[in-house]
């Protein structure tokens, strides 16, 4: 929605040659490209130094985007005013592997909202953004219908008819 054009993220490896070479990207919609500052900020503890694999943009707040990296998970905040972007680590719970992509799943019926990061050779992680309150937990599913929000987890299969006893 931004410049008559649209804006849009770009994840890249970057150059590790050019350590000044930024590895997310944003078009500001109009006829500039502008890195985001994940592996150039000057906020050494906030700089990745890895290749960026995958971004997406938060759907009710557009000034977030989320990042998956050869080391975790990064979430990052627009300030349209300075043209910055502030990130923070999202790796609590996450195994220390690539993030080959990442997709934000918003069921409005029940109000939740997850982000979900395949993670290279370890499976499909997800962290619940609608509860704030639990901190930034992150979750690995059993099996397809496993919320992750009851203990111990549930191993029968909620679609297949139980069977009955024999006496």
């Given at each position: ?13 970057g ?65 349209p ?13 996450l ?73």
């Amino acid at each position: 929605a931004r410049g008559p054009h649209g804006s849009f993220y770009v994840a890249t490896t970057g150059d590790p040659v050019r350590p000044d070479m930024d590895t997310v990207w944003w078009f500001d919609g109009t006829d500039r490209w502008r890195a985001t500052g994940l592996r150039t900020n000057a906020d050494a503890t906030k700089r990745v130094p890895a290749p960026a694999y995958a971004v997406v943009v938060d759907k009710t707040d557009r000034n977030t985007v989320y990042v998956g990296t050869a080391v975790g998970v990064w979430r990052g905040v627009f300030d349209p005013g300075a043209t910055t972007w502030g990130w923070f680590s999202m790796n609590n719970g996450l195994p220390e592997a690539a993030v080959q992509d990442l997709a934000l799943h918003d069921e409005t019926a029940t109000g939740q909202r997850l982000l979900r990061a395949a993670i290279q050779a370890r499976g499909i992680w997800e962290i619940d953004l609608s509860q704030p309150a639990l901190g930034a937990r992150t979750m690995l599913r059993v099996h397809a219908w496993d919320t992750r929000r009851q203990n111990p987890t549930p191993l029968t299969d909620p679609k297949q008819a139980i069977p009955n006893a024999l006496l």
